[in-house]
């Protein structure tokens, strides 16, 4: 199938925004997710999006969707070194599966 | 709540031989994924289990089985492991409203 595509590499200065993107292939998906995955874990849900949304807001977090490029962006507000990690953007494409993009990784720098 | 248990942690093989990896989960979940994870790959669907009883090829699965042995347990089998299995094996489940998966910490896997 078609791959979900997210740049792989992000550095910022602690303190900067980070806005991470990503482009989709299903428009048919019903919710878009943003996973953390930090060194050594596994992955943790950072925040979801349903697809009749536009935008969603959570503490630093923003995530935007345009269905119409199907693409999907997360702006972190603030960043800090916790913030490090590799993130990954999925979409459900239904029959009980998640396409996930190959992860952006995250530096954030004193 | 455990969420998603994996054991063992780490392991190291050598070529052809044969290893089971466990995982359960107490969130009572129907469905139960393997994945691996290799660098500059993303993650790769092994096998899933969209519910008790049934298994599904992903997109990478040969060179594994998988047994669904109840709900709560999914275990990945390599019969005869070889240098290209090495990774990072990930399961994961999910059975809530957003459909999002829970996954486990991961068994990092050597085959030499």
């Known amino acids: 199938g078609e791959d979900v595509e997210q740049s792989l590499f992000l550095s910022v200065r602690e303190g900067d925004s980070s806005v991470i993107n990503c482009t989709y292939t299903?428009?048919?998906?019903?919710?878009l997710y943003w996973y953390k995955q930090e060194p050594g874990a596994g992955l943790q849900l950072l925040t979801y999006?349903?697809?009749?949304?536009d935008m969603k807001q959570d503490q630093r977090l923003t995530v935007l969707l345009n269905k119409k490029d199907k693409h999907l962006s997360l702006r972190i507000a603030d960043t800090q070194t916790g913030d490090s990690a590799i993130y990954f953007c999925a979409e459900n494409r239904g029959y009980s599966t998640l396409t996930f993009g190959k992860g952006t990784m995250l530096l954030v720098s004193p | 709540n455990a969420g998603v248990t994996q054991t063992p942690k780490f392991q190291v093989l050598k070529t052809g031989q044969s290893m089971t990896l466990q995982c359960a989960q107490d969130?009572?979940?129907?469905?139960m994924y393997w994945y691996r994870q290799d660098p500059g790959m993303g993650l790769r669907l092994i096998y899933y289990s969209a519910s008790e009883g049934t298994t599904d090829k992903g997109e990478v699965p040969n060179g594994y089985n998988v047994s669904r042995l109840n709900k709560r347990e999914f275990s990945l089998r390599l019969e005869s492991a070889a240098p290209s299995q090495t990774s990072v094996y990930f399961c994961?489940?999910?059975?809530?409203?957003?459909?999002?998966?829970?996954f486990g910490p991961g068994t990092r896997l050597t085959v030499l």
């Open positions: 994961a489940s999910s059975g809530g409203l957003l459909d999002e998966q829970f």
């Open positions: 969130m009572n979940h129907n469905s």
């Open positions: 999006i349903f697809s009749n949304m």
């Open positions: 299903d428009s048919s998906s019903t919710y």
